[in-house]
């Protein structure tokens, strides 16, 4: 199973990045997938969720109006749109995936299980 993440780069404050995440050798339509980001100093934390079949999103609250993902069940791919970017949004960006269990996305919700698989990362740096 990869997962692979890229478009991850250095913007200034206001601009706009799409990440996408390349994902092979797994089921892709059997798979919630996720987003999450690990600033310096701190702990990974929830970005943006999408269902197996793209029909619910969920977003982190810092995120939410800014952030866009989607998935391309083609290309067995997801992209997260961002923008409006912040300083504060600098951080590792991962891409993850966990088995479906229902219409509702699994990650992003108090309980929610560890993914079963993670991307290595990509580097988004907002500068002022």
């Known amino acids: 199973v990869q997962l692979e993440e890229s478009g991850g780069g250095l913007v200034q404050a206001g601009g706009s990045l799409r990440l996408s995440c390349q994902v092979s050798?797994?089921?892709?339509?059997?798979?919630?997938m996720g987003w999450f980001r690990q600033a310096p100093g701190k702990e990974r934390e929830f970005v943006a969720t999408?269902?197996?079949?793209?029909?619910?999103?969920k977003y982190a609250d810092s995120v939410k109006g800014r952030f866009t993902m989607s998935r391309d069940h083609h290309k067995n791919a997801v992209s997260l749109q961002m923008d409006s970017l912040k300083p504060e949004d600098t951080a590792v960006y991962f891409c993850?995936?966990?088995?479906?269990?229902?219409?509702?996305?699994?990650?992003?919700?108090?309980?929610?299980?560890?993914?079963?698989?993670w991307g290595q990362g990509t580097q988004v740096t907002v500068s002022n």
């Open positions: 993850a995936a966990v088995r479906a269990h229902s219409l509702s996305p699994r990650l992003g919700s108090p309980g929610s299980p560890a993914p079963d698989y």
């Open positions: 050798g797994l089921p892709f339509t059997n798979y919630d």
């Open positions: 999408i269902n197996w079949n793209g029909g619910i999103t």
